[in-house]
């Protein structure tokens, strides 16, 4: 199960640290990801983040903002968002795939229910 907190409303410019916490079982083998959907649109990636940590990607949208990182010790991810712009705003989804990295929703086999994320213009 995955677990995602954080989201809230914030000021454009601002920041957010969303976390997702694993239970029942352990993810340290798993890739993770955040993904995000807005109002009337479809689920998008935002970044990703390999089994070690050692490799990342992100959503040209994003890149150079957020930060994706995880503690294995703690089955935790995090996506650090910073410089949030209105555009950002939507509901964001922590997943987990076995296997490596990926960008693709149909690849990940666990998701949580989501946090929201509002920025104010």
């Known amino acids: 199960q995955l677990v995602e907190s954080g989201g809230g409303l914030v000021q454009a410019g601002g920041s957010l640290r969303l976390s997702c916490a694993a239970s029942?079982?352990?993810?340290?083998?798993?890739?993770m990801g955040w993904f995000r959907q807005a109002p009337g649109k479809e689920r998008v990636f935002v970044a990703s983040?390999?089994?070690?940590?050692?490799?990342?990607t992100y959503a040209d949208s994003v890149k150079g903002r957020f930060t994706i990182s995880r503690d294995s010790a703690k089955n935790t991810v995090d996506l650090q968002m910073n410089s949030l712009k209105p555009e950002d705003t939507g509901f964001y989804y922590c997943?987990?795939?076995?296997?490596?990295?990926?960008?693709?929703?149909?690849?990940?086999?666990?998701w949580g229910q989501g946090t929201q994320v509002t920025v104010s213009s």
């Open positions: 029942g079982r352990t993810f340290s083998t798993y890739a």
């Open positions: 997943a987990a795939r076995r296997g490596g990295i990926s960008t693709t929703i149909a690849e990940f086999d666990y």
């Open positions: 983040i390999n089994w070690s940590g050692r490799s990342t």
